[in-house]
């Protein structure tokens, strides 16, 4: 099942068990996706955006709310926090399981391996494989500092 297949049926199965929150932040996920949709179509993509693009979107979405969950305790707005950290268990089950630790660490081996990586400069290549062949499934700015320490070293 595609994703947008995925969103889809999420959205009707939470409107059916009045999830209101679920409800709310699957719309937010397909109006992100349709602006993407719009923005791929003008620049020759006819399908709209891949999914490894979604997942990338996602991501990013992620990333907002852990921004704005900061800010809000900050603010001490533990409401609007609660509300933030809901969204974000909603968004991610729509992301394959994440590669950590010694998972993650495997890999980054075997790309540098693969690649022929071997000082910084090559970073790039490790950091584009990531990100094609991983989307979703690796945070790219923690992973970033882990690849830098392996091609120093």
Same mark, same amino acid.
């Given at each position: ?8 049926? #999420?959205?009707? @199965?939470?409107?059916?068990? &009045? ?8 719309? %937010?996920?397909? *109006?992100? /996706? ?46 609007? #926090?609660?509300? @933030?950290?809901?969204?974000? &268990? ?8 994440? %590669?950590?630790? *010694?998972? /993650? ?49």
């Amino acid at each position: 099942m595609s994703k947008r297949q995925e969103f889809n049926t #999420a959205l009707k @199965e939470s409107m059916k068990n &009045k999830d209101m929150t679920a409800v709310s932040t699957i719309r %937010l996920i397909l *109006a992100a /996706l349709k602006d993407r949709d719009v923005a791929a179509r003008t620049s020759g993509q006819s399908e709209g955006v891949n999914e490894t693009e979604i997942l990338a979107m996602l991501q990013s979405m992620l990333k907002q709310r852990a921004e704005s969950i900061c800010i809000y305790e900050k603010s001490d707005r533990q409401d609007l #926090a609660d509300r @933030e950290h809901a969204e974000v &268990k909603v968004i991610k089950k729509f992301l394959p399981e994440p %590669l950590e630790g *010694a998972e /993650l660490e495997k890999v980054i081996d075997d790309l540098i391996a693969s690649t022929g990586a071997q000082s910084i400069k090559d970073m790039g290549k490790i950091m584009g494989a990531l990100k094609t062949d991983y989307a979703g499934r690796v945070d790219m700015s923690a992973t970033g500092a882990l690849v830098r320490s392996k091609l120093s070293a």
